[in-house]
């Protein structure tokens, strides 16, 4: 069965986001300085070939802790559908 995996990386709060940083700076240029605290991540999108949404959610799981996320820096959450 095919599921689909929808990952979001940010990272950790304590960490600081020098992209989102300038982002925010920016919102301030473009006259929307209520704009405040921007985070930027990446959003992840992966086909994964499983027996079941809980085998799809392990191998998903799997990946993000060995490959997508560094853990040191980043938090991850993820959704899995059938496809």
């Known amino acids: 069965m095919k599921f689909q995996a929808e990952i979001?990386?940010?990272p950790k709060k304590e960490i600081l986001d020098p992209q989102g940083k300038a982002v925010t700076g920016s919102m301030k240029n473009l006259g929307?300085?209520?704009?405040?605290?921007?985070?930027?991540?990446?959003h992840i999108t992966l086909e994964i070939e499983?027996?079941?949404?809980?085998?799809?959610?392990?191998?998903?799981?799997?990946?993000?802790?060995?490959?997508?996320?560094?853990l040191i820096m980043e938090s991850?959450?993820?959704t899995v559908t059938p496809a």
């Open 8 to 10: 979001d990386v940010m």
């Open 32 to 42: 929307l300085a209520e704009i405040q605290n921007v985070r930027i991540g990446k």
């Open 50 to 70: 499983a027996e079941s949404v809980e085998a799809a959610e392990a191998k998903t799981e799997q990946a993000c802790k060995n490959l997508l996320a560094n």
């Open 76 to 78: 991850y959450t993820f």
